[in-house]
């Protein structure tokens, strides 16, 4: 395994703001994770990067940079109810494994298209979009001990899915490197589209609702919405929508009737974090090279040239405007480093 020395991450992750990796080494199989082990110094910090589409880096990172490259696509046998099957390697590159599947019958991840990064960090982060998360669809996750050396499955009890949350981001988990992820779509015959919504349903309004026009109406309307990586740096929604007490969201509601809010049962509320950013005045919000996405508040964004430091200072600032508004306080779902 080839060990290199001071680079540059910036072409790592999708803000692309400059850091450098004290070291760094790529992970293409099984046997490199082993590999992993030995090259890794005692107590040295180690950070996995997928497609690196969900950090923002503050700093140098000082320790050991794994680059995720473990690929490859298995069918397995279908599940007891007909559900299709299939095993993942972590590094695969998810929108295009999304397309994939649509494309040649196998629907259930439509609404997850376009969703830039890699098969694991799908599971690390739960990803979700348009009514869907991907734990819905996942089976079991397969990891690497860096403890013990040894591979392992986890169900997906074990893997406990929340929002945007798993046992990846726990103490236990951080040890562990995910190999593959089995996910399990629906029988084709049993496919339902979740098409509720906001947006969506608007979209395939008048015509045939089928797996692949869900997919075709959810990359229109996310292109429509989000800044291109390519174009302008970001990691997507920077916040979490806060989740607050039933009676909290309703007293807000009535300073401001407009609010987005989603009721989840269980006396509690989902507040859609870009309204409250908007309505505090930050939509299109410039610091330096950083900004807030003047589409979709609750991106931000690297304009050119931006730091990491700098992308932290605003989402410092729009924490700050929502607590004084709305007594909320806004938690990142960007992973800050
Ligand atoms: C334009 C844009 C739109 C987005 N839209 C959405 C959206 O709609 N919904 C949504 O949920 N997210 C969205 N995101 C966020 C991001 O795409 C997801 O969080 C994605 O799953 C991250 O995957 P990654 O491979 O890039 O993870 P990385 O950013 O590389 O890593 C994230 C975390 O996971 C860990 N990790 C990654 N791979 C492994 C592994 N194999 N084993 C152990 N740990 C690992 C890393 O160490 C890190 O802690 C968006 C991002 C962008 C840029």
């Not at 790592?12 to 082993?34: C, N, P, Q």
């Not at 893997?159 to 084709?188: A, H």
């Not at 049962?265 to 090279?289: E, P």
């Not at 950083?290 to 989402?315: H, I, Y």
Request: aromatic residues 8%.
């Amino acid at each position: 395994m080839r060990v290199e020395h001071q680079i540059s991450l910036s072409p790592f992750t999708t803000f692309g703001v400059e850091a450098r990796a004290k070291r760094l080494v790529r992970l293409e199989s099984r046997e490199d994770l082993e590999a992993l082990r030995t090259v890794r110094e005692k107590d040295e910090p180690l950070l996995i990067i997928g497609a690196g589409s969900n950090i923002l880096f503050t700093k140098d990172f000082d320790g050991l940079v794994a680059l995720n490259r473990i690929t490859g696509v298995e069918e397995l046998p279908r599940g007891d109810a007909g559900e299709y099957r299939f095993r993942a390697g972590s590094g695969e590159n998810w929108s295009p494994l999304v397309s994939r599947m649509t494309e040649s019958g196998h629907p259930g991840l439509e609404n997850l298209v376009l969703i830039p990064g890699s098969v694991g960090g799908a599971a690390v982060q739960n990803i979700g979009a348009y009514g869907i998360e991907a734990a819905e669809r996942i089976d079991a996750v397969e990891i690497f001990d860096l403890e013990s050396g040894e591979f392992r499955t986890l169900s997906t009890e074990e893997c406990d899915f929340g929002y945007r949350s798993s046992v990846f981001k726990s103490e236990e988990g951080k040890n562990w490197v995910i190999v593959s992820v089995t996910f399990r779509l629906p029988n084709e015959k049993d496919w339902t589209p979740v098409t509720g919504y906001k947006g969506l349903s608007a979209a395939l309004e008048g015509k045939e609702v089928t797996p692949r026009s869900v997919l075709v109406a959810v990359e229109a309307l996310r292109r429509s919405k989000l800044p291109d990586p390519k174009e302008f740096g970001n990691a997507g929604s920077f916040f979490k929508n806060p989740v607050v007490p039933e009676l909290q969201a309703r007293a807000l509601l009535e300073d401001y009737p407009q609010l987005v809010a989603y009721p989840l049962g269980g006396r509690r509320t989902k507040l859609a974090a870009g309204w409250l950013i908007d309505a505090a005045g930050f939509r299109g919000r410039v610091l330096g090279n950083a900004a807030v996405w003047d589409r979709q508040a609750l991106v931000l964004v690297n304009r050119g040239g931006a730091t990491g430091k700098e992308v932290k200072a605003l989402c410092d600032e729009v924490i700050h405007a929502v607590n004084a508004k709305f007594g909320i306080e806004l938690t990142p779902e960007v992973e800050i480093l």
